[in-house]
T-cell receptor, first 113, second 110 residues
Framework: GENVEQHPSTLSVQEGDSAVIKCTYSDSASNYFPWYKQELGKRPQLIIDIRSNVGEKKDQRIAVTLNKTAKHFSLHITETQPEDSAVYFCAALRGSTLGRLYFGRGTQLTVWP | EAGVTQSPTHLIKTRGQQVTLRCSPISGHTSVYWYQQALGLGLQFLLW???????NRGNFPPRFSGRQFPNYSSELNVNALELEDSALYLC?????????FGQGTRLTVV
């Protein structure tokens, strides 16, 4: 099956700085890569996703890049704010229906004011 | 529109006991997914139900089981509870490729 590795496990940045979280996957047939944000005590929520036919996707301060050759994808958060503090999970999926998502172990992002 | 709802929110069980967790998907969603979130281990896939059938199962022992009802709600059953079953159990339903999670059930086994 798929194996998703996520780094770093913890990340601390100053407010206004950028944050980058990286994930690698093992199954070259994986074709959908979502990112979830889980604030303390809350449910995971989808914040951005990318499909394998796209190299980059942006949504305001958040962007995701995908390198299919190297089998890695990254989450970029610019102009970080304290409310960006949360655990971020990357995931990979193979197929055209949701099925089984393979998650990374998560990155605890802390943004200091 | 109501989101994915789970019950109970918290419970404490003794080792060896059995537990049933419940999930109601978003209206119109036919698939339900169960994940275990243990400390430091991310989200581990447990089970996927669609149209009342089990479609896929994660790498968990048979004492983890479940079912989906005709109204698409679902139950997760865990028998012979072990201490390491202590975790947050998350249920999700999907629209296309987007998964929507419930708030989870925090299970503590003592």
């Amino acid at each position: 099956g798929e194996n998703v590795e996520q780094h770093p496990s913890t990340l601390s940045v100053q407010e206004g700085d950028s944050a980058v979280i990286k994930c690698t996957y093992s199954d070259s047939a994986s074709n959908y890569f979502p990112w979830y944000k889980q604030e303390l005590g809350k449910r995971p929520q989808l914040i951005i996703d990318i499909r394998s036919n796209v190299g980059e996707k942006k949504d305001q301060r958040i962007a995701v890049t995908l390198n299919k050759t190297a089998k890695h994808f990254s989450l970029h958060i610019t102009e970080t704010q304290p409310e960006d503090s949360a655990v971020y999970f990357c995931a990979a999926l193979r197929g055209s229906t949701l099925g089984r998502l393979y998650f990374g172990r998560g990155t605890q992002l802390t943004v200091w004011p | 529109e109501a989101g994915v709802t789970q019950s109970p929110t918290h419970l404490i069980k003794t080792r060896g006991q059995q537990v049933t967790l419940r999930c109601s998907p978003i209206s119109g969603h036919t698939s339900v997914y169960w994940y275990q979130q243990a400390l430091g281990l991310g989200l581990q896939f447990l089970l996927w139900y669609d149209e009342g059938e089990e479609r896929n199962r994660g790498n968990f022992p048979p004492r983890f089981s479940g079912r989906q009802f005709p109204n698409y709600s679902s139950e997760l059953n865990v028998n012979a509870l072990e201490l390491e079953d202590s975790a947050l159990y998350l249920c999700a339903s999907s629209s296309g490729l987007k998964a929507f999670f419930g708030q989870g059930t925090r299970l503590t086994v003592v």
